[in-house]
C-alpha cells in the first residue's frame, strides 16, 4: 500500500481530504489508469463498457453489480504470458476465481493458482489441467493433500514440517511423488500494509531464511527421497510498487538454492517468486507494465544468479490482483446524500464493506465516478459509503464527486476485480452482487446474483 493509503486527512473542517487528493479539472473525466480499457463516456455522458451502455447494463443485471470487461481481462493475460517468456505465469484464483474465468485464464495459457480445497474444486469443475495448477496454503488438510494427489496437481507448495510429514505419509501410501516448492520467507519488509505483507519474520506463511528452517525444510525432502523438490518459493506481499524488495527476495533465495547445493549436491531447477505487483487504485498510484516488470526480475535472477554461481533457474511468477484488478469496476445506486455540516458529505449506495471489505480491512482507497451522466456541476468532496450497520463502512473513502449527486445517480468504484468478490460476505444478510462479465456488445452472468432464498437454504431452522 502506497504512503498516502495512510489515511491522514486534513486537520482543518471543511477540507477533509487527504493531502494527495486534488481537486479535478473535470469532474467526469475518466483517468484511464484506473478503468478497464474499454471503458469510456458515452457522448450523452454516461458509461460505457463492451460496447454496452450503463443504462442498459443495470436494466438487465441491477446494482449493485460487478462489471467485468471481458476483453481487458484477457489483454492483461496476454501481456503477462508475453512479457514472461519462458517463465511460467500463475493466476492467483484467490484474487477472484468462478469457472469462466478459469477457461479464460487457460485459453491465455496461464497457470492457475489455488490455496484451499475449494478453489482447487472450482479449477476442476471448469475443466483446467491438473498439471498446471500450483496449490499453496500454510494449513491444507490432509483431504486437500489427498486431492491434490489424485487430480495430479503440478506444483504443491510446502509451507510447514508438518505437512511436509503428511504429504511424504500420503505420498508413499499412493505410490506418488509429487513436485513441489519450498516457501521460504525471506525476511523482507515489503512497503505495504502489514496484513497484506508476507515475507517479514514474524507471520504464518513459510519457512524462515534466517532462523534456518527454509535450509532444514529442503534438506529433509531430499533425505527423504519421496517428494520432488523442484524448487522455492517466495511471496513478499501485495500490492507492490517498488521492485526493490523482490530484488532482496530473489537474493536471499537465491543464496538458499547456493546452499543446499553445496550441502546436497542439488541444484534447484525452479524458482517462483510470487505476486503482489501493484495496480492502480487511486490516481497517484503508478503501477509498472508487465513487460517493464518482467525485464526487471529477470535482471534481478540473471545478476543473482551469476553472484551465486548458479544457472538461471525456470521462473515462476504470481499475479492475480494485476490481471483481474484493473478489469472490473463495481456499479452501485445512490441511496441517500447527506451534507454532514462543516465536515463531510456521506454520498450512501446499495452495497458498501459486504462486497468491497478491503477499505475496512486495509484502509485501502479508492476512487469514484458518476456513471449515468455527466455533470457541469462543482467537484465536491464526498465519502461514498454502504448500507451495513458500521461506521466503518466505507467504499470510498475521499472521492470528488459531482455536487449535484443525488438519489438515483449510478456510482462507478474501479479496480475492484481482485479481492472484492472473493472477499464478499452476507454481512447484514445483504446478497451478494453478480458478476458479469461484458465483451463485443453483449453481457453474460458468470455469477449470479444472491438471492434471500440462497441465504435462507441455509438456514436449517
Ligand atoms: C502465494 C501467493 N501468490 C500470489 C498472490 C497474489 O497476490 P496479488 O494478487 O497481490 O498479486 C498471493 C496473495 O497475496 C499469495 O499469497
Ligand atoms: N486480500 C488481500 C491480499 C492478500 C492476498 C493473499 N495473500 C488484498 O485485498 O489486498
Redesign the pocket.
Same mark, same amino acid.
Given at each position: 500500500m502506497r504512503a498516502h493509503e495512510a489515511g491522514a486527512l486534513h486537520g482543518d473542517l471543511g477540507s477533509r481530504g487527504p493531502a494527495w487528493l486534488r481537486t479535478p479539472e473535470d469532474v467526469n473525466a475518466l483517468v484511464p489508469q484506473l478503468w478497464p480499457r474499454t471503458v469510456s463516456r458515452t457522448e450523452a455522458g454516461s458509461l460505457q463498457v463492451g460496447g454496452v451502455g450503463i443504462a442498459d447494463l443495470v436494466a438487465e443485471h441491477g446494482t449493485p453489480a460487478y462489471f467485468l470487461d471481458e476483453d481487458d481481462l484477457r489483454a492483461r493475460c496476454q501481456e503477462f504470458a508475453a512479457s514472461f517468456g519462458d517463465a511460467d505465469v500463475?493466476y +492467483?484464483g484467490?484474487?477472484f476465481l468462478c469457472k469462466a474465468v478459469v477457461k479464460i485464464v487457460h485459453e491465455e495459457g496461464l497457470f492457475l493458482?489455488v490455496?484451499t480445497g475449494g478453489e482447487l474444486a472450482v479449477a476442476l469443475a471448469a475443466g483446467f489441467p491438473a498439471e498446471k495448477i500450483g496449490f499453496?496454503g500454510n494449513n491444507k488438510s490432509p483431504r486437500e493433500l489427498e486431492r491434490a494427489l489424485d487430480a495430479g496437481v503440478g506444483r504443491i507448495?510446502v509451507d510447514s514440517f508438518d505437512e511436509i510429514a503428511r504429504l511424504t505419509d500420503l505420498s508413499e501410501k499412493k505410490n506418488k511423488r509429487p513436485k513441489v516448492l519450498v516457501?521460504v520467507t525471506v525476511g523482507v519488509e515489503a512497503h505495504t500494509h502489514e496484513f /497484506?505483507a508476507?515475507a517479514h519474520e514474524d507471520q504464518k506463511?513459510g519457512f524462515s531464511l534466517a532462523g534456518g528452517a527454509a535450509f532444514a525444510a529442503a534438506a529433509r525432502i531430499i533425505d527423504d527421497g519421496v517428494l520432488d523438490l523442484r524448487g522455492l518459493?517466495s511471496?513478499i &506481499?501485495?500490492? /507492490?510498487f517498488d521492485t526493490s524488495g523482490f530484488e532482496v527476495a530473489a537474493r536471499r533465495v537465491l543464496e538458499l538454492q547456493a546452499q543446499i547445493r553445496d550441502a546436497r549436491g542439488v541444484e534447484l531447477e525452479e524458482l517462483?517468486l510470487? &505476486?503482489?505487483?501493484?495496480i492502480a487504485y487511486t490516481t497517484q498510484d503508478d503501477p509498472q507494465a508487465a513487460g517493464d516488470l518482467a525485464k526487471r526480475i529477470n535482471k534481478i535472477v540473471e545478476s543473482e544468479c551469476e553472484l551465486a554461481n548458479l544457472r538461471k533457474p525456470k521462473l515462476s511468477i504470481?499475479? &492475480?490482483? +494485476? /490481471?483481474v &484488478?484493473p478489469a472490473v469496476f463495481t456499479l452501485y445506486e445512490v441511496g441517500t446524500v447527506k451534507d454532514v455540516d462543516g465536515i463531510r458529505t456521506y454520498v450512501s449506495v446499495d452495497g458498501g464493506m459486504s462486497d468491497n471489505i478491503r477499505t475496512a480491512l486495509y484502509d485501502a482507497s479508492y476512487s469514484a465516478t458518476m456513471a449515468n451522466r455527466a455533470s457541469s456541476a462543482e467537484p465536491m468532496l464526498a465519502r461514498v459509503v454502504g448500507k451495513h450497520c458500521e461506521s466503518g463502512d466505507i467504499v470510498v473513502k475521499d472521492e470528488f464527486l459531482p455536487a449535484d449527486v443525488q438519489p438515483g445517480d449510478l456510482i462507478a468504484v474501479p479496480g475492484t476485480g +481482485?479481492?472484492c468478490r472473493s472477499m464478499a460476505s452476507n454481512y447484514n444478510h445483504v446478497p451478494r452482487p453478480p458478476v458479469v462479465a461484458v465483451r463485443d456488445g453483449a453481457s453474460r452472468v458468470i455469477v449470479r446474483r444472491e438471492t434471500e432464498d440462497d441465504l435462507l437454504a441455509l438456514d436449517v431452522g
Open positions: 500463475y +492467483a484467490k484474487s493458482d490455496c499453496h507448495v516457501r /497484506i508476507t506463511f518459493h511471496h &506481499g501485495s500490492q /507492490i517462483d510470487g &505476486g503482489g505487483f501493484g504470481e499475479p &492475480g490482483r +494485476a /490481471i &484488478g +481482485a479481492y
